[in-house]
């Protein structure tokens, strides 16, 4: 694995997903296989559980991880080529990116997409610059259109969770938000998911939330709330806003908002989500306080995903 950016970089699923099991009953057992290598962890946009748990991952296998907030802590960066930088950018990415790559062994990076400019954010404009220009193996943090570490992460916890011989229904549903959010975590989830194949994956959300067909095809897709959910084994909540008129917020209604009522009909499902989650708009208290709920025990196993990944990364580069 010369770099991870999406499931398409991962030669063994069911292998990788084990070796993170693996490393979440003995975490220390790689303990030298990062002695004297360095992580460097770039936030370009907010974290919490991408950044803790990267670095706790980083330090189980011996690595040092040094995290830098670009746009807090450092100089605004520029990506677009022949740029004339008389703005608010004060270097651009064409050398930012290759003084990284002196200092580090893999480079991770964050990035959100502007949801302004759908062909630039799909292009996934900043993270291929990083690769083109740093030199090193580059580490999805979240990307513009997908946060590999994250749909890993919720592999493992499926995996972990579900543990009859048949196939897993999995519901991905559309959830209600303030804000206009990236199709990230939607996409990367459907784009793992139906490479696994361990799973009766359905899609469900309102008119006009169709998520970019190259991730969903594959799935089941549907309008219908209620008929997605039954029988369920497994729902995970997300919004996301609008794919072809893009980036925007259409229907928002409160309706699609899981309850413990919706989830009557559903085989006692366990309720997923990536997090943070805006309480009683995505998901109601009466879930996320209830016994059907296992977002915490997901957002712990992103130790596990990036300790996995970490390892596939630092073996390829020792080849
Ligand atoms: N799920 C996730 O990526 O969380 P953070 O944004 O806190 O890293």
């Known amino acids: 694995m010369k770099h991870f950016l999406s499931v398409n970089e991962v030669s063994n699923l069911p292998q990788l997903v084990e070796n993170a099991l693996a490393y979440k009953d003995n975490p220390f057992k790689d303990a030298a296989l990062g002695h004297n290598k360095r992580l460097g962890m770039l936030f370009l946009n ?17 690595m040092d991880a040094i995290v830098f907030n670009v ?137 006009d939330y169709e998520l970019d067909s190259k991730f969903t095809k594959g799935a089941t897709i549907t309008h219908d709330q209620d008929a997605a959910l039954k029988d369920a084994d497994f729902v995970y909540i997300k919004n996301w806003s609008t794919y072809t008129d893009y980036g925007k917020i259409y229907c928002n209604d409160p309706e699609w908002m899981l309850t413990n009522e919706k989830l009557a009909t559903t085989n006692n499902a366990k309720v997923m989500h990536c997090l943070p989650v805006r309480r009683n708009v995505e998901l109601s208290d009466e879930i996320l306080d209830g016994t059907s709920s296992i977002v915490t025990q997901q957002a712990g196993n992103r130790v596990w995903a990036a300790q996995a990944v970490l390892a596939e990364l630092l073996k390829s580069s020792k080849q």
Not at 46 to 62: D, E, F, H, V, Y
Not at 91 to 110: C, M, N, Q, S, T
């Open 71 to 207: 746009g807090q802590d450092g100089w605004t960066l520029e990506f677009e080529d022949e740029a004339i930088m008389s703005g608010t950018t004060v270097e651009h990415v064409k050398e930012a990116a290759p003084v990284l790559g002196k200092y580090f062994d893999i480079l991770g990076v964050r990035t959100f997409p502007s949801l302004k400019n759908k062909e630039d954010d799909y292009s996934e404009l900043y993270i291929n610059q990083f690769i083109k220009y740093a030199g090193v193996p580059l580490l999805s943090l979240e990307s513009a259109t997908l946060h590999p570490l994250q749909s890993l992460t919720d592999i493992i916890t499926i995996k972990e969770a579900f543990k009859e011989k048949r196939k897993p229904k999995i519901v991905l549903t559309w959830a209600p938000h303030v804000k206009a959010l990236p199709q990230c975590v939607a996409n990367s989830f459907s784009q793992w998911l139906n490479a696994w194949g361990g799973a009766d994956f359905v899609i469900t959300h309102p008119e």
């Open 46 to 62: 907010p974290s919490m559980r991408t950044r803790i748990s990267t670095q706790i991952a980083a330090k189980n296998l011996g």
